[in-house]
Nanobody, 120 residues
Framework: QVQLVESGGGLVQAGGSLRLSCAASGRTFSSYAMGWFRQAPGKEREFVAATSRSGGTTYYSDSVKGRFTISRDNAKNTVYLQMNDLKPEDTALYYC?????????????WGQGTQVTVSS
């Protein structure tokens, strides 16, 4: 069982930056691939970024590649999403997910979400 708690969301102007954090409970954090998804009003939840168990491999959606960076600290049971050059279309509720076999929209564990709002 893994419990996830996101933080770090907020209101920022276009071009600004935010750093999201997702703290996980349990002693097996390093056994899980971790990822970030987002959902804007009226839209489906979409993949943003993911990292392997060790953090050595990362994946990004085309819409955030080059602007967002996912990282993890297994000693702190935390995964991060550094978001730079934010755009109004990045506005969404951001969720972190954990899965032993790779994150997807059907992953086992999800946080409650943190709101990111980017003003133009």
């Amino acid at each position: 069982q893994v419990q996830l708690v996101e933080s770090g969301g907020g209101l920022v102007q276009a071009g600004g930056s935010l750093r999201l954090s997702c703290a996980a409970s349990g002693r097996t954090f390093s056994s899980y691939a971790m990822g970030w998804f987002r959902q804007a009003p009226g839209k489906e939840r979409e993949f943003v970024a993911a990292t392997s168990r060790s953090g050595g491999t990362t994946y990004y959606s085309d819409s955030v590649k080059g602007r967002f960076t996912i990282s993890r600290d297994n000693a702190k049971n935390t995964v991060y999403l550094q978001m730079n050059d934010l755009k109004p279309e990045d506005t969404a509720l951001y969720y972190c997910a954990a899965d032993q076999y790779g994150v997807s929209r059907s992953s086992d564990y999800w946080g409650q979400g943190t709101q990111v709002t980017v003003s133009s």
